[in-house]
């Protein structure tokens, strides 16, 4: 299978010439009857050796953090249980890190191997977050003497100032991956990384903000989905690897955009009454009125599992307790299949409701040039 990107890589190279590109594209669009950027293509698989690959990776790495991990422990010594599990974290973090960065000189530098090269994008990013939290993990007591912190409220923004601290270096490592090796989902990792920072900054020195953090989750959600939307902008046709970096940053934004909204309003908290849940339904209507606009699925696959849930209690309340799941399956599922089905047309209308933004979304027709 053959990405967008790979085309435009093809015809930049000279393998392909910018016609015969269009052709095949136009091609392929014909025979589906519909653009191209409604498919949504991402590269997860250039073919079965991904996974073979990938598995391969993901015992090298269990067993790189492993050996790591005991090393650590010997070159930081024994002591009290902190230093013990930060050397853990240390040996095992660097040696994840390092291992993935090498690995991904050949499976993604040379090979451009989707499936490995996010695997070992992960395990870098996570490589890094850990050995950077072992180094502090393994020294909190002697900070804290040297400190002389004493109240929860000091440790507290300790433990904020080092999470930020943690988050902002593994940020920085994520940028240094990306210049190298433009794997699509670094910047997503990046951006998460980021997320986590500002987080942590506002626990730390705001005390009372414990109690905003799905208001704070939200704000980053929606901050992140106008950030892919900056990528997506750049690439209307979704040909270039600008549309696989939007992807990733949608799939990132939509859960920290579904899950404040829904937990705000107590879907899992207890039973849920009807007004509660169409309420659900009509953000659930709202959310595919914004995915069908910006030709993204993302936001309708976070938050799918609370509209199941608030359906599943609507139906228990009407008395058909023992279809409630049956009924719930066939109803949102028969839905999703016809919006699946029809997404083209719907599309045409939510887009021609939104009058002057059209220009600056996917089309919604076959581009032909």
């Given at each position: 299978?053959?990405s967008?990107?790979?085309?435009?890589?093809?015809?930049?190279?000279?393998?392909?010439?910018?016609?015969?590109?269009?052709?095949?594209?136009?091609?392929v669009?014909?025979?589906?009857a519909a653009?191209?950027v409604?498919?949504?293509?991402?590269?997860?698989?250039?073919?079965?050796?991904?996974?073979f690959?990938?598995?391969a990776?993901?015992?090298?790495?269990?067993?790189?953090?492993?050996?790591?991990a005991?090393?650590g422990?010997?070159?930081?010594?024994?002591?009290?249980?902190?230093?013990?599990?930060?050397?853990?974290?240390?040996?095992?973090?660097?040696a994840v890190?390092?291992?993935?960065?090498?690995?991904?000189?050949?499976?993604?530098?040379?090979?451009?191997?989707?499936?490995p090269?996010?695997?070992?994008?992960?395990?870098?990013?996570?490589?890094?977050?850990?050995?950077?939290?072992?180094?502090?993990?393994?020294?909190?007591?002697?900070?804290?003497?040297?400190m002389?912190?004493?109240?929860?409220?000091?440790?507290?923004?300790?433990a904020?100032?080092?999470?930020?601290?943690?988050?902002l270096?593994?940020?920085?490592a994520?940028?240094?991956?990306?210049?190298?090796?433009?794997?699509?989902?670094?910047?997503?990792?990046?951006?998460?990384?980021?997320?986590g920072?500002?987080?942590?900054?506002?626990?730390?020195?705001?005390?009372?903000?414990?109690?905003?953090v799905n208001e704070?989750?939200?704000?980053?959600?929606v901050?992140?989905?106008?950030?892919a939307?900056?990528?997506?902008m750049?690439?209307?046709?979704r040909?270039?690897?600008?549309?696989?970096?939007?992807?990733?940053?949608h799939?990132?934004?939509?859960?920290?955009?579904?899950?404040?909204?829904?937990?705000?309003?107590?879907?899992?908290?207890?039973?849920?009454?009807?007004?509660?849940?169409?309420?659900?339904?009509?953000?659930?209507?709202?959310?595919?009125?914004?995915?069908?606009?910006?030709?993204?699925?993302?936001?309708?696959v976070?938050?799918?599992i609370?509209?199941?849930?608030?359906?599943y209690?609507?139906?228990?309340a009407?008395?058909?307790v023992?279809?409630?799941?049956?009924?719930t399956?066939?109803?949102?599922?028969s839905?999703?299949?016809?919006?699946?089905?029809f997404?083209?047309?719907?599309?045409r209308?939510?887009?021609?409701l939104l009058?002057?933004?059209?220009?600056?979304?996917?089309?919604?027709?076959?581009?032909t040039?």
């Open positions: 299978m053959y967008e990107s790979d085309l435009a890589s093809a015809v930049e190279a000279g393998a392909l010439s910018p016609a015969a590109a269009n052709a095949l594209r136009n091609y669009a014909e025979r589906r653009p191209a409604d498919e949504e293509h991402f590269k997860l698989l250039t073919g079965f050796n991904d996974i690959v990938a598995i990776a993901a015992l090298i790495l269990v067993a790189a953090a492993r050996i790591g005991y090393f422990v010997m070159l930081i010594g024994a002591g009290p249980e902190e230093r013990v599990v930060g050397g853990n974290m240390i040996g095992g973090g660097f890190a390092a291992t993935s960065w090498m690995l991904a000189e050949y499976f993604t530098a040379r090979r451009r191997m989707a499936l090269s996010i695997l070992l994008t992960f395990g870098f990013v996570g490589g890094v977050g850990a050995c950077l939290s072992g180094i502090f993990a393994a020294n909190i007591p002697w900070i804290e003497e040297q002389h912190l004493a109240s929860d409220l000091q440790k507290q923004q300790l904020g100032g080092v999470a930020a601290v943690v988050g270096l593994t940020a920085a994520t940028w240094i991956h990306w210049k190298r090796f433009m794997v699509p989902i670094t910047v997503a990792a990046g951006a998460l990384a980021l997320v920072v500002a987080v942590s900054l506002v626990l730390a020195f705001v005390p009372q903000a414990k109690d905003w704070m989750l939200l704000v980053a959600g901050a992140m989905f106008f950030f939307m900056r990528w997506d750049g690439d209307l046709q040909r270039t690897r600008r549309s696989d970096v939007a992807f990733w940053l799939l990132a934004a939509a859960p920290l955009i579904a899950h404040p909204v829904f937990h705000m309003l107590g879907v899992f908290d207890g039973e849920v009454t009807g007004p509660v849940a169409a309420v659900v339904i009509a953000l659930y209507v709202a959310f595919a009125f914004v995915a069908l606009a910006v030709d993204r699925r993302a936001l309708l976070s938050s799918l609370y509209v199941l849930w608030a359906m209690a609507l139906f228990q009407t008395g058909a023992e279809l409630a799941a049956a009924l399956a066939l109803v949102i599922g839905a999703l299949l016809l919006l699946s089905a997404w083209q047309p719907v599309r209308i939510v887009v021609g009058g002057g933004l059209e220009e600056r979304l996917p089309p919604t027709q076959i581009v040039a």
